[in-house]
C-alpha cells in the first residue's frame, strides 16, 4: 500500500510521522495489494483544531474519513478506526455479493392443505 502524507501549518516531528505511517499501515490487511491502494492523508492544526483527513482509493474502492481533535495523536487513532470500519464494510459487501440477493426463494416445497 502506498501512503502519501501532507502536512499542513505545522511541522511534524518524526515521532508522529513515524507513529502515523505505523497505524496506517494496519490498512493493507483488509485491501489487497492486487487492487493497488493509495492512501492519502491530510494533516493540518487549525488554532487548537488538530485535523485529519484521508482518502483511500484503488481498484474499485474509493473512501472518506475526517476527524478533528485537540491532539494530533488522537486524530490519528480517531480517523483511522472510522476508515478501517469502513473498509471492512466494503469487504463484507465484496464478499457477499455472489452469494444471491437477500430473502432469495429456497428450494424447499411447501405443502398447502
Known amino acids: 500500500m502506498q501512503i502519501r502524507f501532507t502536512f499542513k501549518n505545522f511541522e511534524p516531528s518524526d515521532h508522529l510521522k513515524k507513529y502515523a505511517d ?3 499501515r494496519k490498512l493493507s490487511k483488509y485491501v489487497k ?3 493497488n491502494p493509495e492512501l492519502q492523508v491530510n494533516l493540518s492544526v487549525d488554532k487548537f483544531r488538530h485535523k485529519a483527513e484521508l482518502v483511500l482509493t484503488g481498484k474499485d474502492l474509493h473512501l472518506t474519513a475526517n476527524e ?3 491532539d494530533m495523536y488522537s486524530t490519528v487513532d480517531m480517523v483511522l478506526d472510522k476508515i478501517e470500519a469502513q473498509v471492512r464494510k466494503a469487504r ?6 455472489g452469494k444471491g440477493p437477500k430473502g432469495a426463494r429456497s428450494d424447499k416445497s411447501v405443502r398447502m392443505d
Request: proline share 0%; charged share 60%; glycine share 0%.
Open 33 to 35: 495489494e492486487r487492487e
Open 68 to 70: 478533528t481533535s485537540e
Open 22 to 24: 505505523s497505524r496506517f
Open 92 to 97: 463484507e459487501k465484496s464478499k457477499n455479493r
